[in-house]
């Protein structure tokens, strides 16, 4: 019988448990404080465990996600080492990051912010239509997100452009890597969204020497982590007109202090890091396929490479 924790400091056990349990309904699932028998748990799933929980587990032998991130793994100073660290690789997280980033996009094509603007003051007044195949899009990350994201931008006719550390080739996309081409890139995209992995070379990526090669009255929209964006900077573009809007999920603190400038900006649209949802019927069925696949001898997929960060 296969032994499953699973803990997490902000998601509902009582929707996740059930859907292990029907995914794996032959093995077993615990939950904090009920661990048993600690040695018998051979794999773990988790959301910013309490540090020094899987150090306990003696006989742990791949330790799961719960997120595209794992971050909140890397912070506990006594996991094992050792064990690989498995993200989240998820259909349905993938198709909600994509209706996100289509949302923000098509948000500012369409003139939505002076609309809801204008409505609230009764105002009437049309404008004529962005030329869709003349809106360039860049999108920065090209993992399996990023090229979902980039395709179906593809699919509505805008020219989209991609970037990523090292050379990628992506049908339909204008593919671009390194600073240099980063440089290339910027200057042809009225919307820049951003999907990378949060490691040290992508860390304050967007900062003011980014944003000051895109066109004058470009968009931001972050869904990848908060700390891609330098806010002084951003704050700094929006305010000066440079950058006409931002779309974020994500933050350096979450959620942002009261006081942030983000919270009453009149360029800003925030969500509460909701663009990509875990949900558990859909994923528990992804955790236990791999699960399997390492039983099996294969390959484990997603596997965390600890020196690319991603």
């Known amino acids: 019988m296969t032994v499953l924790l699973w803990t997490s400091a902000d998601d509902p ?7 292990l349990r029907a ?3 032959e093995d077993e699932v615990r939950v904090p404080p009920d661990l048993g028998d600690r040695s018998e748990i051979e794999y773990a799933l988790v959301w910013k465990p309490e540090p020094g929980l899987l150090a306990s587990l003696p006989n742990l032998k791949v330790i799961f996600s719960i997120g595209a991130g794992c971050d909140h793994i890397l912070a506990d100073p006594e996991r094992p080492k050792h064990l690989p ?3 989240m690789l998820d259909d349905n997280l993938t198709a909600m990051m994509t209706e996100w980033a289509l949302l923000a996009v098509l948000y500012f094509h369409r003139f939505m912010p002076e609309y809801r603007r204008e409505q609230a003051e009764a105002v009437w007044n049309r404008r004529w239509p ?5 809106t360039g899009i860049g999108v920065l990350g090209l993992g399996a997100i990023g090229r979902d994201i980039a395709a179906k931008l593809g699919l509505l006719g805008f020219p989209v ?4 550390r090292t050379l990628q080739q992506v ?8 600073a240099e081409g980063l440089k290339a890139m910027l200057p042809q995209c009225r919307h820049l969204l951003c999907v990378l992995p949060l490691t040290g070379e992508t860390r ?6 980014v944003l000051s090669q ?3 009255g470009a968009f931001v929209i972050n869904l990848g982590r908060g700390g891609h964006v330098v806010d002084a900077d951003l704050l700094a573009a929006l305010d000066c007109g440079h950058i006409a809007g931002a779309f974020l999920d994500v933050f350096n603190d979450e959620p942002p202090p009261k006081g942030h400038p983000y919270w009453q900006h009149p360029k800003v649209v925030m969500t509460p890091h909701v663009a990509g949802e875990i949900v558990p019927r859909s994923a528990a069925g992804t955790v236990v396929a791999n699960i399997r696949r390492h039983q099996q001898g294969e390959p484990l997929l997603g596997v965390l490479d600890l020196d690319l960060g991603y």
């Open 85 to 87: 660290i498995v993200r």
């Open 13 to 19: 056990p009582d929707i996740w448990v059930p859907a």
């Open 204 to 209: 304050g990526i967007i900062d003011a020497g």
């Open 23 to 25: 995914a794996m309904p």
């Open 161 to 164: 452009h991609g970037w990523s």
């Open 214 to 216: 895109l066109p004058a």
């Open 130 to 134: 962005n030329w869709t195949p003349e």
């Open 171 to 178: 049908p339909g996309i204008a593919c671009h890597h390194g």
